[in-house]
């Protein structure tokens, strides 16, 4: 079973099962006792336009809850360019949830995603989304890790189930990131609660898996962000057994499978949990935790260009409260944190502005920790997750369309699947 081990574990007034309860980083964990913690590996999505109803800027509105899936943490969610849809997750118990809902914020209407032929129930897993499907992978569920997942086709609403056939051994804690053509994991936590520094790039069109070279590649890790730069997956940050919370990170080439370690030089303070995002020449990490006894909530981060492998501070004026737990879109424009966990459940968050390396705050909406966040073009929509009451099936729209309209992230254009 997935677990931590002798690393540092904390509990918050005796709330044992709450995942922002653990120190570490986005793994499964069962004591001795049987008490499930988990811990979730937030997830950031770049920018793809879709149509979506006008908004007034820095305003939220509610997502309907009729049809909507059930509450709960630890999920994932991808933007289709027209729909978000959600997927997996936790809502007490042991066992994770195979169930799911696609959301159109022009009608602010649900569908559920079926259950035929869907992965088994997961959470602290990945999803991607290759232009046409959803593909999810790996994460755990009644104390076991998979190496098992489905590509979901919301066409057709249908699920076709991932080769096992040389896929990396099971996890959680991982990253994934879509290449155009592939998808790559890495990292994570295996079922003896060892730290992973080993990965794969699963080709959807010939169902097949190939390994990531090991040589060079950075120091086995969870709780990191990832993010693709159009030729390059950049790892950073996150939590080893050994050295605890990292500041090092590594460039992955698919085309010579290679790796490059990322600078240490003016790069931001070790930390796990962090959020990463692309913004077309950069890659912005923000937040996270580290813990030295004492929980530090942090609300620094640091734009890293790989061209130069550089690193340069985000300013700290203005900004929003130091946390983990919490979700990061790119807007075009800008980067949205918002929610998660810094001592207490968090409602607030803040747009930072690359350009101007300035900071200005989001407008309040509900709290929640361990959601989940897309971007739409217009709206960033974060759904799901946790608050002092329990799991989550709300969520909110946050109109961000000030200034000019936020121009797409550049993506490769996805190789066609095979048809079935």
Known sequence: MLHLGASKVKAH?????????????????????????????????????GDAPSCTDGTWTPTSTTNAPAARQQHTAVWTGSEMVVWGGYAGGVNGLNTGGRYNPNTDSWTLTSTTNAPSGRWDHTAVWTGSEMIVW?????????????????????????????????????????TGREMIIWGGTDNSGGNLHTGARYNPSTDTWTPTSTTNAPLARDGHSAAWTGSEMIVWGGFNNSIFELNTGGRYNPSTDSWTATSTASAPSARAGNTAVWTGTEMMVWGGDFFDGTNHYLNSGGRYIPGSDSWTATSTTNVTAGRYHHTAVWTGRQMIVWGGWGGSYLNIGGRYNPGADSWTATSVDAVRNLHTAVWTGSQMIVWGGEDASGYLNTGGRYCAQSGPPPTPTPRPRPTPLPRP
């Open 13 to 49: 007034i005796g709330l044992a099962i709450k995942a922002h309860l653990i120190r570490g980083a986005f793994y499964l964990l069962f004591l001795s006792a049987g008490t499930l913690l988990t811990f979730f590996r937030p997830e950031s999505f770049g920018n793809i336009s």
């Open 138 to 178: 790996g994460g755990g569920s009644d104390g076991n890790g998979l190496n098992t997942g489905g590509r979901y086709n919301p066409n057709t609403d249908s699920w076709t189930a991932i080769s096992t056939t040389n896929a990396p051994v099971a996890r959680g804690g991982h990253t994934a990131v879509w």
